[in-house]
């Protein structure tokens, strides 16, 4: 049975009773008493006390620990929170040939964003030169996603360079940013660290390692997905990757370290947010596994609903992007791993009666009809989670 921790009210109260019966004659309850300031005093004490107390039980386990404490917990099971994170690719810049372009060089996005070349390239016969750069750190190591950027963006040098145009663009997508994991995120890996035992290559260990990648928030693995030996392994990045719906930017394929005799890569090797989790799943990995890191395709799931009025109509919208979020999973039969939330949608089915009571608990609907879709539950093709399409409102 939970213990319920006093009021404040409750406290002064029964301090005040104290006092009355164990003082003749003095009433604890006088406004201005000195008997009464004491009681109310102790009272606040007692009351903190007990605040101190609710705080230990809270971090006295995973499941409820926050900050250090869940830190803690998770370093038991080797589980740790995921760093801030700054996206990498190359920018492009006109120029002189045989110009060197440093090492170091700063350039930034149109909205200031800032970014630095890692290497020296040097401006080719062609006119252009292309270097390798990082998004520039959060000094205070909690943002990365903000680095993201796809390909084509216009850059700018900071600093004019003879020789160099101080306008040029993003050669490939900037990926790999990610901000500070947050606890509630933190907290679902560690209740699946400590509610899985590892064992060598299971499913639960590929969905383990895929959410230890910063940014990487929803996993999903097909055994044998593109043959005998091989293991699909599904990602989004709902958060660092939010400008393009959560879905990864880069290509499907395998580590770059996956090498099999005569060391080349046993597959196409991926690029992008792909590559990020591919390489560090590599080292992990059994070694005669065959690992894929695929980007899930989209299924957009159109609705036309009829009784909604036009203030609910964006919660509506929300409400529904919301179930599918916790429970869309890539058609097929596949084992989950969503932090934040429990799915219960392997093998791609959302249970349409959910969507209806999402809608229901939206304030200000007292009926309303579903008129599309109807009937069955929602489903997706193989390798495709839904996401939200058109809504149309009657």
């Known amino acids: 049975m939970p213990y319920t921790r006093p009021t404040l009210t409750a406290l002064q109260n029964q301090v005040s009773q104290d006092i009355s019966s164990a003082v003749p004659g003095s009433d604890g309850l006088l406004r201005f008493s000195n008997l009464s300031v004491l009681g109310k005093v102790q009272a606040a004490l007692a009351y903190m006390h007990y605040g101190y107390l609710d705080w230990i039980a809270q971090q006295a386990t995973p499941f409820t620990a ?4 869940l830190q803690g917990w998770g370093a038991l099971k080797k589980t740790y929170i995921k760093p801030a994170a700054q996206s990498s690719g190359s920018v492009t810049f006109p120029g002189v040939p045989g110009t060197l372009l440093p090492a170091g060089s700063a350039f930034a996005r149109g909205d200031g964003v800032g970014y630095t070349t890692t290497a020296d ?35 700018t040098l900071v600093s004019a360079i003879a020789g160099i145009s101080s306008s040029g663009v993003a050669a490939t997508a900037f990926t790999g940013g990610a901000d500070l994991e947050a606890d509630d995120a933190f907290r679902q890996r560690v209740m699946i660290a400590f509610q899985s035992t590892p064992q060598g290559g299971a499913n639960n260990d590929y969905l383990t390692w895929a959410l230890q990648v910063p940014g990487v928030t929803r996993a999903w693995v097909a055994n044998n997905g593109f043959g005998v030996g091989t293991v699909v392994l599904y990602v989004m990045l709902d958060n660092a990757e939010s400008a393009n719906n959560g879905f990864p930017v880069g290509t499907n394929g395998v580590s770059q370290y996956d090498q099999g005799p005569g060391g ?10 792909q590559l990020t989790v591919a390489n560090y799943i590599c080292p992990l990995q059994p070694v005669t596994a065959l690992v894929y890191v695929v980007a899930p395709n989209a299924n957009p799931v159109n609705f036309t609903i009829r009784g909604i009025p036009v203030s609910a109509q964006i919660a509506v919208k929300a409400a529904i992007a919301s179930v599918l979020l916790r429970q869309g999973a890539p058609g097929g039969q596949v084992s989950s791993a969503s932090p934040g939330w429990i799915s219960t949608a392997a093998g791609g089915q959302v249970p349409l ?3 209806w009571t999402a809608i229901a608990a939206v304030s200000g609907i007292t009926d309303f009809l579903i008129l ?19 809504v149309t409102f009657l």
């Open 66 to 69: 926050t900050g250090e404490y």
């Open 121 to 155: 390239a040097t401006v080719g016969a062609g006119g252009y030169v292309i270097a390798p750069a990082i998004a520039n750190a959060d000094s205070q190591a909690l943002t990365g996603a903000f680095g993201n950027t796809a390909a084509g963006t216009v850059m």
């Open 264 to 273: 080349l890569p046993r597959g196409t090797v991926a690029a992008g947010d």
């Open 353 to 355: 009666a959910n969507i």
């Open 372 to 390: 599309s879709p109807s009937g069955a539950d929602i489903s997706s093709p193989v390798g495709s989670v839904p996401t939200l399409g058109t």
